[in-house]
C-alpha cells in the first residue's frame, strides 16, 4: 500500500510538470514560482490525504485480521447523512464485553447498506473486532 502512495505522489509530481508546461505554452504567466509552489502545494494535500486515507483503511484492516472477537449489543443508531452511494453514515452506540468481562459502551460511525440496517436496530446483536489496546477502536466484523 505505501508502494502505491509513493506511485501516486510520483504521478502528481509529473501531472504538475505537465501543467505548468501547458500555463506556459499558453502564454500565462503567473511567475515561475508561483506556479510551482501552487501546484506543489497541491500535490502535498492530495498526497496527505491519501496518506491519512491509507493508514485508516490499514488499521481497520490489521483489526478485523488480528482484533479481539465480540459481539455487541446495539444500544442506539442514529443517521448522521443519507449516504454516499445509497450507503448512509450512521453512529451506533454498542455495548461490548471485553475479554475481562467488564462491559463497555462505545460508539462508532460506519456506513451501513440500506439491506442491513434491519440488523442493527436496539437489543440486535453484531459482530465485532475491537483492538487489542484501546477497545475503543472497535469495527464491524458482518456485512455492512
Do not use: C
Not at 503567473?30 to 491519512?52: K, N, Q, Y
Not at 493508514?55 to 443517521?79: F, H, M, P, S, W
Amino acid at each position: 500500500m505505501l508502494l502505491a502512495l509513493i506511485l501516486f505522489l510520483l504521478v502528481m509530481i509529473y501531472v504538475n510538470y505537465k501543467l505548468i508546461n501547458i500555463f506556459m505554452a499558453k502564454g500565462i504567466n503567473f511567475g515561475d514560482e508561483l506556479i510551482i509552489v501552487l501546484l506543489s502545494g497541491l500535490t502535498f494535500i492530495v498526497a496527505v490525504a491519501g496518506a491519512r486515507t491509507w493508514y485508516k483503511t490499514a488499521k481497520r484492516q490489521a483489526i478485523l485480521e488480528d482484533g479481539v472477537a465480540a459481539d455487541g449489543k446495539v444500544l442506539n443508531i442514529e443517521a448522521l447523512t443519507s449516504g454516499s452511494k445509497g450507503n448512509p453514515l450512521a453512529k451506533l452506540t454498542l455495548e461490548i464485553e471485553l475479554t475481562t468481562g467488564e462491559l463497555e459502551v462505545v460508539h462508532i460511525e460506519t456506513r451501513i447498506h440500506p439491506i442491513y440496517i434491519p440488523q442493527f436496530q436496539p437489543n440486535k446483536i453484531v459482530k465485532l473486532r475491537y483492538d487489542k489496546a484501546n477497545f475503543k477502536k472497535v469495527f464491524i466484523d458482518q456485512p455492512v
